[in-house]
Structures are given as structure tokens and as C-alpha cells.
């Protein structure tokens, strides 16, 4: 059984940054796909970064392109989202979310395709 625990959340002046830390664990060998999502308030949930490495691929959604960064650490099996420049627009819930086994190359942006999900973290972008 996968399972994902985010951290790092918290409030933050417009302007700053912030580091997500996902932790997964049960994920065996074989591809898949990693990546945070966000809902605020009255809004659907969208894809904000995620990543294939298997398949080389990543997506950022364009109103965070240039300004957050994902990685991933292999070895300790860990998912980063580097947030810089934050602004009040990116007050939402951040969600680690997993697509596996075999994860579609299609569907790296669509939440549909995400199999696993932690349990959400806070983001508060407010002077």
C-alpha cells in the first residue's frame, strides 16, 4: 500500500518561499508518476508540478512556471515542490499525489489518473 505524507506548509509574505517535502512509501519497483496538486476555496482541484522520470517528463502549470520547482530524492524516496516568489493566489491545500504502477504518459496533469493521495497540506500566501 503506497502512502504519502506531505509537510512543510505554512504562511508566508507575498514574495517568499516555502519547501513541500512529500514522503512516500510501498512504492516498488516499476515507473510511476509524482506530483502536487492544490484546491483553494471554491475551486477544483488542479495539477500545479509533477513529474515522470521514467518518461522524462514534467509539467508545471503556467501560473507557477519560473517560480516552483519539483525534484525528487530516489534514494529517500521523497518528492520536493520549491515554491519561490509566492503569491496570494497560491493559498490553497498542496497535495502530494501518486500515479501507480504503470502510470499514464497522457495523464501526467490530470488528478483522475493519481491513484494515491497524502493528506494535504496548508498554504497561506498573506501579509
Known amino acids: 500500500q503506497v502512502q504519502l505524507v506531505e509537510s512543510g506548509g505554512g504562511l508566508v509574505q507575498p514574495g517568499g518561499s516555502l519547501r513541500l517535502s512529500c514522503a512516500a512509501s510501498?512504492?516498488?519497483?516499476?515507473?510511476?508518476?509524482i506530483g502536487w496538486f492544490r484546491q483553494a476555496p471554491g475551486k477544483e482541484r488542479e495539477a500545479v508540478a509533477c513529474i515522470n522520470e521514467s518518461e522524462g517528463a514534467t509539467y508545471y502549470v503556467d501560473s507557477v512556471k519560473g517560480r516552483f520547482i519539483i525534484s525528487t530524492d530516489n534514494v529517500k524516496n521523497m518528492v520536493f515542490l520549491q515554491m519561490n516568489s509566492l503569491k496570494p493566489e497560491d493559498t490553497a491545500v498542496y497535495y502530494c499525489?501518486?500515479?501507480?504502477?504503470?502510470?499514464?504518459?497522457?495523464?501526467?496533469?490530470?488528478?483522475?489518473?493519481?491513484?494515491?493521495w497524502g493528506q494535504g497540506t496548508q498554504v497561506t500566501v498573506s501579509s
Open positions: 499525489a501518486v500515479d501507480f504502477p504503470h502510470p499514464n504518459p497522457l495523464g501526467l496533469h490530470v488528478a483522475a489518473e493519481y491513484d494515491y
Open positions: 510501498g512504492i516498488t519497483s516499476g515507473a510511476y508518476a
